[in-house]
């Protein structure tokens, strides 16, 4: 299975209300990814967690959260987003962190719009 | 640091033609270089990776890529477009020694004509 999940595909939500998005992959992958992705640009790397703990984050704005619950399941909580928030999200797994010619392997993305 | 730039924003081609997708990088380290593909409202799908192993790469769908230290170059080929090839191609590199962290190129829209 080298399958990466994400759900919701679809989610519109507004400035005020709270949601997660949620990823998942079953290869035994211990490195997870948040990608966003806005129309006609390449994916911008958010967070990377290695080994469940957080490794790396792009000075994201403290209204997303991410959270990483156990080695298979990756999470981002977002509260009081903005408009330009909203893009496609994608979720990516690796095998390690630690090895920079390992693939990454993406899920099919959640488009966010925030209204 | 490690950079990777694709030549050309939009390629278009008739179907049965040559595809050629260019893509130069800059690294201080030997790099390890990927194309990955994008369908339409979907995620990117791995087509290749040099990691060192072979200057020529094959990968899925009929792409191959070939390495060339001398003009830094990564392009992708495919002998003969079909109109299913019709989709964003993105470049990258991974950062030596910063969490497998992937630096995309702008990215290229190949679009399939009859």
């Known amino acids: 299975d080298t399958e990466v999940t994400q759900t919701p595909k679809h989610l519109v939500m507004g400035m005020t209300n709270k949601k997660s998005l949620k990823c998942e992959q079953h290869m035994g992958h211990r490195a997870m990814y948040w990608y966003k992705q806005k129309a006609k640009k390449p994916p911008e790397l958010m967070f990377v967690?290695?080994?469940?703990?957080?490794?790396i984050n792009e000075s994201v704005p403290s209204r997303f959260s991410p959270e990483c619950p156990n080695s298979s399941l990756l999470n981002l909580h977002l509260h009081a987003l903005q408009p330009e928030d909203s893009a496609l999200y994608l979720c990516a797994s690796s095998p390690s962190a630690a090895t920079s010619s390992y693939e990454q392997y993406f899920g099919p993305g959640t488009r966010l719009t925030v209204t | 640091a490690q950079s990777v730039t694709q030549l050309g924003s939009h390629v278009s081609v008739s179907e049965g033609a040559l595809v050629l997708l260019r893509c130069n990088y800059s690294s201080s380290v030997p790099p390890y270089l990927f194309w990955y593909v994008q369908y339409p409202n979907q995620g990117l799908q791995l087509l290749l990776k040099y990691t060192s192993a072979a200057t020529l790469v094959k990968g899925i769908n009929g792409f191959e890529a070939e390495f060339k230290k001398s003009e830094t170059s990564f392009h992708l080929t495919k002998p003969s477009a079909h109109m299913s090839d019709a989709a964003e191609y993105f470049c990258?590199?991974?950062?030596?020694?910063?969490?497998?962290?992937?630096?995309f190129g702008a990215g290229t829209r190949l679009a399939v004509h009859p």
């Open positions: 990258a590199v991974t950062v030596s020694g910063g969490y497998n962290k992937l630096i």
């Open positions: 967690y290695s080994y469940e703990k957080l490794s």
